[in-house]
Every structure is written in C-alpha cells, then in structure tokens.
C-alpha cells in the first residue's frame, strides 16, 4: 500500500476499493431532498472521497450520493 492511498472501512472492517459495490445496512435521509435511500439498497462502481470516510455513488433512486461507510457493507 503506497502512502497516498486512500484506505476506508465498511461497517464490518472491510477495505473499501474504487468501482467495488456496497449495500445500504440502515434506511437513510438523503439531505435537501424528500428522497429516502432504503436498507439493502446496492450502489455500485463506488468511488472513494480524499476525507477517508465517505464514499460516492448512484443508485436508482438517486444520483450522486455521497454516503458514509459506516452505513454500508460490502456487496
């Protein structure tokens, strides 16, 4: 692992990698919207954010979320 990568956990401890897809583990409120982003669902090709936390996506519901990855596990 080089010293500039990017390391971020799952709920469950797991390495996060960018284009992995991950699972929802709670319902969430998406902010400024009315939208809710509902357990189990599946945002694939993530990518991770430079912060070491959190992680973007798509799902069908919504585009460009931004999502923490403690509320999420590895699909």
Do not use: W, Y
């Amino acid at each position: 692992m080089q010293d500039n990568e990017i390391v971020i956990k799952d709920s469950n401890g797991q390495a996060l990698k960018e284009g992995d897809s991950v699972l929802v583990i709670k319902d969430l409120k998406v902010k400024g919207s009315s939208a809710i982003v509902k357990r189990g669902t599946k945002a694939a090709n993530i990518r991770l954010c430079p912060d070491g936390r959190h992680i973007e996506s798509s799902s069908k519901e919504v585009k460009g979320l931004m999502l923490d990855a403690s509320f999420l596990k590895k699909a």
